[in-house]
């Protein structure tokens, strides 16, 4: 009994286990009784409705006890105190229009939140940055532990180690929606405190999002629970989609290939590096997505719909619409209220040259080359200022340009911290956010200055390759030479045709390809960036980043360096199974969208019996999977 | 759901179709809630010495493989007598370290990618050369095309910096096929580098920059082991080469105290020293005052061996290099370090491969046998499902099998502590 109540930290409550769809299945039952049973009169809607809020509430919070275990009352917390002042500044404005107040509690209530999550998630990072720039020698200390200890340094809590509560990145980005949409009117505050820590804690999206912003979720708080037979189907559907890509593309990709590549680069040839690479772009997108489709599976079966989270992202054309597409509640949690706070398209202040200012002392702090960036870095400052005063604001074509560059260019690498709190993380958004601009600029470019510019940029690096011999040239090199071929074939049509139709079928061959080539090129840029992305939690920050550094470092140095043609079909002979999951992985992904919906629909309209073999017959694949003999160890490089 | 539960407690764990099986979850997995290493012995946390006696049980031998699923393989028993102490077997290199203010007494560390880099070699180097004298890496291949931690390498033919792999042609006796000669003359390091026509041209047309990375590191001398048609010479850290011949080795050292040498083979099973010329070896030995080698293998042999038999046979292999070895350097003391814990999945559950506690207790049993010193890393680190919790602290790779950089350092310290603590007994 002990054994299933309990928080063990070794056995967290995972998607993907037996355990939790147990769980589950209990949670369900009785929730079905609550939503089922009979009323005797109207008037008894809105008590069911509440029962089951509250139910749903106390599940969501044993759900979170047992993977976290007493961090529950930090969830409990940040519950109360945004409840607390969400109600306080409704009632100010409601008073007095013009009063301040409301604006000083929604900073309190941001500064409480990401206090909290300063604290829990960056404590580390920031303690080794002070440490590395004045040569102190702080230590992180664990003032909940001491709190717990009875305020003492001994006891059952270890004050000298602070250890991340799961999903607090999520639910704080929550409350922090919630209180910011009561201030600006969006929402009404929650009356009762237990729908709100509903729309906390709800635990199908509890871990790992998708973020539901208040304004969408707190409507469904009091709605009747409704499930159609078809969106019971799609529920289903959902849940084993998910399930399949946590367990085939992410789990199996990653224990026979992937970890030990990025665990030893240099045990393996350039191509199995770059292999590696691009299946972990893969690994990761199924991982997450996989594990939001299930919550979204989960969430339809009990009637609440979550947004969706994942749009195929890896079939943009370009590092925008990447970003669209993947992780879409985050993208639009930080665009709310990041972005277009900061000015978006529209305009630039106080808030965009003081994120300029910290990320350009950030990369010179980072790197130790103070004056080679913060001099050309003030040049640019002063440049944007002058242009900012000539240009009509938000009207032009160019200021747009630049005043969304300026802005997203900050999303992108607070977003990236967001994601890790190490220097690969801000390294991983910077590049993000430069890829972003690069793209935008390129797109408003005519086809003459492309070419020239590719075909510059080309030679340089060819130029550099050959001079200096280095992995990195190298690579770099070869990458131009394959954008500048692609970039080449399109200027001379372009030239040919002149933008005028000449043959209808050849128009559609070349949209084709240019829309492929895009895709293509997308996915190898999202690819690269993701050398950085790759986080070793359990590791202390120093280690993890001079970690995560070298393993980029060798990957690049072995994919750039030692590359052996030799010895790929042997490769591809024996990880077959590896590879034929990464390319039907990928194949599946590009499948369009209408086929995707198409087959969605007919699964949701199968007999039930016909989907409960169904369901068995894709549970025993996927457990196929999960049982699966290991890969061995096979060294092609010697 | 229920159709589910009942549709386990109906079926069986596995169902076979020739040599493809169909497996199928139980009812105790279904309610198990712990979803890693659910089997294996006790762990034991304590850092003690891996060539404790072993105890009442481990001496008891023959081990049943539990498993749920699967059908149990019976692993024989092993008796081993190992009450005493194997570093007895290190007696004449412990005698040996005298002679190192005279001159120098040399260490080879032999080894799978475990030992690769230098990640742990360079721990016992550190030891001995802080007690015993000397200076310097030892011991590096021309083309470094493995980095290591202590030495960094760059290559520049006819005036131009090359990678490794476009340098000279290499031998290499642990490779595939194409990698490998009929000759047998990889030299000591078991590979060789063949310099041809196209570095002729110019009296220093291979230049090998090789820079230490610690400077306690700092070496005083080269030396280049290459065919004599080979012409070197050197400056501060920099080699020079030119000529037509074979290339065996160049070496950072001083020309007193203890050198010890990495020597990294990769995917190696350890069963290539009797492929390597036993002239050019036995000369090596004795020019170079070889008074201990380490081999450190018997990983490789694990994830791709389920039956003892096999096991069996490769440690037979292994006994044999050990006999070789000792021929070729009769001088030396033989140390063999087993193969560390690892773990594979079996029914998506993180394991210790069944075959490596049997192995290590085949290999003691034949250090035993052969009169040389055994270091179990696999009791050392804890006996089964160990590597698991290394993995939680960092020491230990995702794949289960390779140690981390920090797990390496903290393996190399144990050995180098268990072989120095020796000569104070």
Same mark, same amino acid.
Request: charged share 15%.
């Given at each position: 009994?002990?054994?299933?109540?309990?928080?063990?930290a070794n056995?967290?409550l995972?998607?993907?286990?037996?355990?939790?769809?147990a769980?589950f299945?209990?949670?369900?039952?009785?929730f079905?009784?609550?939503?089922?049973?009979?009323?005797?009169?109207k008037?008894?809607?809105?008590?069911?409705?509440?029962?089951?809020?509250?139910?749903?509430?106390?599940?969501?919070w044993?759900f979170?006890?047992?993977?976290?275990g007493?961090?529950?009352?930090?969830? #409990?917390?940040?519950?109360?105190?945004? &409840?607390?002042?969400?109600?306080?500044?409704?009632?100010?404005?409601?008073?007095?229009p013009?009063?301040?107040i409301?604006?000083?509690?929604?900073?309190?209530?941001?500064?409480i939140?990401?206090?909290?999550l300063a604290?829990?998630k960056?404590?580390?990072?920031?303690?080794?940055?002070?440490?590395?720039l004045?040569?102190?020698?702080?230590?992180?200390?664990d003032?909940?532990?001491?709190?717990?200890?009875?305020?003492?340094? #001994?006891?059952?809590?270890?004050?000298?180690?602070?250890?991340?509560?799961?999903?607090?990145?999520?639910?704080i980005f929550?409350?922090?929606?919630?209180?910011? $949409?009561?201030?600006r009117?969006?929402?009404?505050?929650v009356k009762?405190i237990?729908?709100?820590?509903?729309y906390?804690?709800?635990?199908?999206?509890?871990?790992?999002?998708p973020?539901?912003?208040?304004?969408?979720?707190?409507?469904?708080?009091?709605k009747?629970?409704?499930?159609s037979?078809?969106?019971?189907?799609?529920?289903?559907?959902?849940?084993?989609n998910?399930?399949a890509?946590?367990?085939?593309?992410?789990?199996?990709?990653a224990v026979?290939l992937?970890?030990?590549?990025?665990?030893n680069?240099?045990?393996?040839s350039?191509?199995?590096?770059?292999?590696?690479?691009?299946?972990?772009?893969?690994q990761?997108?199924?991982?997450? !997505?996989?594990?939001?489709?299930?919550a /979204?599976?989960v969430?339809?079966?009990?009637?609440?719909?979550?947004?969706?989270?994942?749009?195929?992202?890896y079939? !943009?054309q370009?590092?925008?619409?990447f970003?669209?597409?993947? @992780?879409?509640?985050?993208?639009?949690?930080?665009?709310?209220?990041?972005?277009?706070?900061?000015?978006?398209?529209?305009s630039?202040?106080?808030?965009?040259?003081?994120?300029?200012? *910290? /990320?350009?002392f950030?990369?010179?702090?980072?790197?130790?080359?103070?004056?080679?960036i913060?001099?050309?870095?003030?040049?640019?400052?002063?440049? *944007?200022?002058?242009v900012?005063?000539?240009?009509v604001?938000?009207?032009?074509?160019?200021?747009k340009?630049?005043?969304?560059?300026?802005?997203?260019?900050i999303?992108? +690498?607070?977003?990236?911290?967001?994601?890790?709190?190490?220097?690969?993380?801000?390294?991983?958004?910077?590049?993000?956010?430069?890829g972003?601009i690069?793209?935008?600029?390129?797109r408003?470019?005519? &086809?003459?200055?492309?070419?020239?510019?590719?075909?510059?940029?080309?030679?340089g690096?060819?130029?550099?390759?050959?001079?200096?011999?280095l992995p990195v040239?190298r690579?770099?090199?070869?990458?131009a030479?394959?954008? &500048?071929?692609?970039t080449?074939?399109?200027?001379?049509y372009?030239?040919?045709?002149?933008?005028?139709?000449i043959?209808?079928?050849?128009?559609?061959?070349?949209?084709?390809?240019?829309?492929a080539?895009?895709?293509?090129?997308?996915?190898?840029?999202?690819?690269?960036?993701?050398?950085?992305?790759?986080?070793?939690?359990?590791?202390?920050?120093?280690?993890a980043?001079?970690?995560?550094?070298?393993t980029?470092k060798?990957? +690049?140095?072995?994919?750039?360096?030692?590359?052996?043609?030799?010895?790929?079909?042997?490769?591809?002979?024996?990880?077959?199974?590896?590879?034929?999951?990464?390319?039907?992985?990928?194949?599946? @992904?590009?499948?369009?969208?209408?086929?995707?919906?198409?087959?969605?629909?007919?699964?949701?309209?199968?007999?039930?019996?016909?989907?409960?073999?169904?369901?068995?017959?894709?549970?025993?694949?996927?457990?196929?999977?999960v049982t699966?003999?290991?890969?061995?160890?096979?060294?092609?490089?010697? | 759901?229920?159709?589910?539960?009942?549709?386990?407690?109906?079926?069986?764990?596995?169902v076979?179709?020739?040599d493809?099986?169909?497996?199928?979850?139980?009812?105790?997995? +279904?309610?198990?809630?712990?979803?890693?290493?659910?089997?294996?012995?006790e762990?034991n946390?304590?850092?003690?010495?891996?060539?404790?006696?072993?105890?009442?049980?481990?001496?008891?031998g023959?081990?049943?493989?539990? !498993?749920?699923?699967?059908t149990?393989?019976?692993?024989?028993k092993?008796?081993?007598?190992?009450?005493?102490?194997?570093?007895?077997?290190?007696?004449?290199?412990?005698?040996?370290?005298?002679?190192?203010?005279?001159?120098?007494?040399? +260490?080879l560390h032999?080894?799978?990618?475990q030992?690769?880099?230098?990640?742990?070699?360079?721990?016992?180097?550190?030891?001995?050369?802080?007690?015993?004298?000397g200076?310097?890496?030892?011991?590096?291949?021309?083309?470094?095309? /493995?980095?290591?931690?202590?030495?960094?390498?760059q290559l520049h033919?006819?005036?131009?910096?090359?990678?490794?792999?476009?340098?000279?042609?290499?031998?290499?006796?642990?490779g595939?096929?194409?990698?490998?000669?009929?000759?047998g003359?990889?030299?000591?390091?078991?590979?060789?580098a063949?310099?041809?026509?196209?570095? *002729?041209?110019g009296?220093?047309?291979?230049?090998?920059v090789?820079?230490?990375?610690?400077?306690r590191n700092?070496?005083?001398?080269?030396?280049?082991?290459?065919?004599?048609?080979? @012409?070197?010479?050197t400056?501060g850290?920099?080699?020079y080469?030119?000529?037509?011949?074979?290339?065996?080795g160049?070496?950072?050292q001083?020309?007193?105290?203890v050198?010890v040498?990495n020597?990294?083979?990769?995917?190696?099973?350890?069963?290539?020293?009797?492929?390597?010329?036993?002239?050019?070896?036995?000369s090596?030995?004795?020019?170079?005052?070889v008074?201990?080698? /380490?081999m450190?293998?018997?990983?490789?042999?694990?994830p791709?061996?389920r039956?003892?038999?096999?096991?069996?046979?490769?440690?037979?292999?292994?006994?044999?290099?050990?006999?070789?070895?000792?021929?070729c350097?009769?001088?030396?003391?033989?140390?063999?370090?087993?193969?560390?814990?690892m773990?594979?999945?079996?029914?998506g559950? &993180?394991?210790?491969y069944?075959?490596v506690?049997?192995?290590?207790?085949?290999?003691?049993?034949?250090?035993?046998?052969?009169q040389? #010193?055994?270091?179990?890393l696999?009791?050392w680190?804890?006996?089964s499902?160990s590597?698991?919790r290394?993995?939680e602290?960092?020491?230990?790779?995702? $794949?289960?099998?390779?140690?981390?950089?920090?797990? #390496?350092?903290?393996?190399?310290k144990?050995?180098?502590?268990?072989?120095?603590?020796?000569?104070?007994n």
């Open positions: 009994m002990h054994h299933i109540f309990a928080f063990d056995s967290p995972l998607f993907t286990q037996f355990y939790f769809w769980f299945a209990l949670v369900y039952a009785l079905a009784l609550i939503v089922e049973s009979p009323l005797r009169s008037s008894k809607v809105k008590s069911r409705l509440h029962l089951r809020n509250v139910y749903l509430l106390f599940v969501s044993f979170y006890y047992k993977t976290s007493l961090f529950l009352l930090i969830l #409990a917390f940040v519950t109360l105190s945004d &409840w607390i002042i969400a109600g306080r500044i409704h009632k100010y404005q409601t008073a007095n013009k009063s301040q409301p604006k000083a509690l929604l900073a309190l209530s941001v500064i939140d990401l206090g909290l604290y829990f960056y404590a580390y990072f920031f303690t080794n940055m002070v440490n590395d004045f040569g102190t020698g702080f230590r992180v200390f003032i909940f532990a001491y709190i717990g200890n009875g305020f003492s340094q #001994a006891g059952r809590f270890s004050v000298d180690t602070i250890v991340l509560p799961v999903g607090i990145s999520f639910y929550q409350v922090i929606s919630y209180t910011a $949409d009561v201030y009117r969006r929402i009404e505050p009762n237990l729908d709100f820590g509903f906390v804690s709800f635990f199908p999206q509890l871990v790992a999002g973020i539901v912003r208040a304004e969408e979720f707190i409507p469904q708080l009091y009747p629970f409704r499930l037979r078809r969106l019971f189907g799609i529920a289903v559907f959902w849940i084993l998910g399930l890509k946590k367990i085939i593309m992410s789990d199996y990709l026979n992937i970890d030990r590549v990025f665990d680069p240099l045990l393996f350039g191509f199995e590096n770059l292999f590696a690479l691009f299946a972990y772009s893969l990761v997108y199924a991982d997450f !997505s996989g594990y939001t489709d299930i /979204i599976g969430a339809m079966l009990m009637g609440f719909y979550l947004p969706q989270n994942f749009d195929s992202p079939k !943009s370009n590092p925008q619409e970003w669209r597409r993947w @992780h879409m509640s985050l993208g639009r949690w930080l665009k709310t209220y990041l972005y277009i706070p900061l000015g978006g398209n529209r630039i202040g106080f808030g965009t040259y003081f994120w300029w200012t *910290v /990320i350009a950030v990369s010179a702090a980072l790197t130790g080359w103070w004056w080679q913060l001099v050309p870095f003030a040049v640019f400052m002063a440049v *944007v200022v002058i900012n005063r000539q240009m604001h938000g009207k032009s074509s160019h200021s340009l630049l005043y969304s560059n300026l802005n997203s260019f999303t992108q +690498v607070l977003g990236g911290l967001w994601h890790g709190a190490s220097w690969n993380f801000i390294i991983w958004g910077g590049i993000n956010g430069l972003m690069v793209n935008k600029i390129w408003e470019t005519g &086809w003459h200055v492309r070419f020239a510019a590719m075909t510059v940029l080309t030679f690096l060819m130029a550099l390759d050959y001079a200096y011999n040239w690579l770099f090199a070869v990458w030479a394959i954008v &500048w071929t692609g080449a074939i399109r200027y001379i372009w030239l040919v045709t002149a933008d005028k139709i043959n209808q079928k050849l128009a559609i061959i070349n949209r084709k390809l240019s829309t080539w895009a895709v293509l090129q997308t996915f190898t840029f999202i690819t690269f960036t993701r050398l950085f992305f790759r986080s070793s939690s359990n590791l202390d920050p120093a280690s980043n001079e970690v995560a550094w070298t980029a060798n990957m +690049v140095n072995q994919i750039g360096g030692a590359w052996n043609n030799a010895i790929i079909p042997d490769f591809l002979w024996e990880y077959r199974w590896v590879v034929a999951m990464f390319v039907a992985g990928m194949v599946i @992904h590009w499948v369009p969208a209408d086929w995707k919906r198409r087959y969605r629909l007919a699964f949701a309209a199968m007999p039930l019996w016909l989907m409960v073999i169904a369901v068995c017959a894709a549970i025993i694949v996927i457990y196929q999977f699966a003999d290991m890969q061995p160890f096979i060294y092609f490089q010697f | 759901m229920t159709g589910l539960a009942a549709l386990c407690m109906v079926l069986p764990g596995r076979t179709f020739g493809k099986e169909l497996r199928w979850p139980t009812l105790a997995e +279904v309610f198990s809630t712990s979803p890693n290493l659910s089997q294996g012995e762990i946390t304590v850092e003690s010495p891996a060539m404790q006696a072993p105890s009442l049980e481990e001496r008891a023959g081990e049943v493989v539990p !498993s749920a699923m699967q149990p393989v019976s692993i024989p092993v008796p081993v007598d190992s009450v005493t102490d194997s570093r007895v077997f290190l007696a004449a290199f412990y005698a040996s370290l005298a002679e190192s203010s005279e001159r120098v007494v040399r +260490v032999y080894g799978d990618s030992i690769e880099e230098d990640r742990m070699t360079q721990q016992l180097r550190e030891a001995l050369q802080a007690r015993y004298g200076s310097g890496v030892g011991l590096m291949p021309l083309a470094q095309t /493995i980095p290591s931690r202590t030495v960094k390498q033919m006819n005036g131009r910096m090359i990678q490794p792999a476009q340098g000279p042609r290499r031998y290499i006796v642990y595939s096929k194409r990698d490998q000669r009929s000759d003359l990889y030299g000591v390091m078991g590979q060789v063949v310099m041809n026509d196209s570095m *002729v041209t009296s220093e047309s291979l230049m090998a090789c820079t230490p990375q610690d400077n700092r070496y005083t001398d080269w030396r280049i082991f290459a065919d004599s048609t080979i @012409h070197y010479s400056a850290d920099t080699v080469l030119s000529g037509r011949g074979a290339v065996y160049l070496s950072q001083s020309d007193t105290g050198i040498d020597i990294p083979m990769r995917g190696c099973l350890g069963i290539v020293f009797t492929k390597i010329d036993s002239a050019q070896l036995a090596f030995y004795r020019q170079e005052n008074r201990l080698i /380490i450190q293998f018997g990983g490789n042999a694990i791709s061996n039956n003892p038999g096999t096991i069996q046979a490769i440690v037979k292999g292994l006994r044999d290099q050990v006999q070789y070895l000792k021929t350097a009769p001088e030396a003391d033989i140390l063999f370090i087993g193969p560390s814990d773990l594979t999945q079996e029914n559950e &993180w394991i210790t069944p075959m506690p049997y192995m290590d207790r085949l290999l003691q049993k034949m250090a035993a046998d052969e040389i #010193a055994y270091f179990s696999y009791r680190m804890g006996g499902g590597m698991a290394w993995q602290t960092g020491l230990a790779g995702s $794949d289960g099998v390779h140690f981390t950089r920090s797990g #390496a350092r903290k393996a190399g144990a050995v180098a502590e268990w072989i120095i603590e020796g000569i104070k």
